[in-house]
């Protein structure tokens, strides 16, 4: 069983930056592929992005080159650092693992599901 708590959300303004964290329990978060997702309302759940226990990172296309995912295995931890922030990242954000060592995009491929955070973004 993994359990998975974010923390860093918040209200900011466009073109502002937040890091999101996501630290998990567990002995073996080092060997999952993590992720993060979004949800805006009235949206279905969406991807953001992914990394692998071998440090290997995914994106989707409306985030690429502004959001950057990374992990901290020593710290059982995984980051979201959103730069250059628009109106539409607005929504809450949603850590997850999975214990496959392929990287999937969809929400029913992970097995673990945190609470939740929520960004919002003002223009």
């Known amino acids: 069983q993994v359990q998975l708590v974010e923390s860093g959300g918040g209200l900011v303004q466009a073109g502002d930056s937040l890091r999101l964290s996501c630290a998990a329990s567990?002995?073996?978060?080092?060997?999952?592929?993590m992720g993060w997702f979004r949800q805006a309302p009235g949206k279905e759940r969406e991807f953001v992005a992914a990394?692998?226990?071998?440090?290997?990172?995914y994106y989707a296309d409306s985030v690429k080159g502004r959001f950057t995912i990374s992990r901290d295995n020593a710290k059982n931890t995984v980051y979201l650092q959103m730069n250059s922030l628009k109106p539409e990242d607005t929504a809450v954000y949603y850590c997850a693992a999975d214990r496959s060592i392929v990287v999937h995009t969809t929400t029913r491929s992970y097995d673990y599901w945190g609470q939740g955070t929520q960004v919002t973004v003002s223009s």
């Open positions: 990394i692998r226990w071998s440090g290997n990172t």
């Open positions: 567990g002995r073996t978060f080092s060997s999952y592929t």
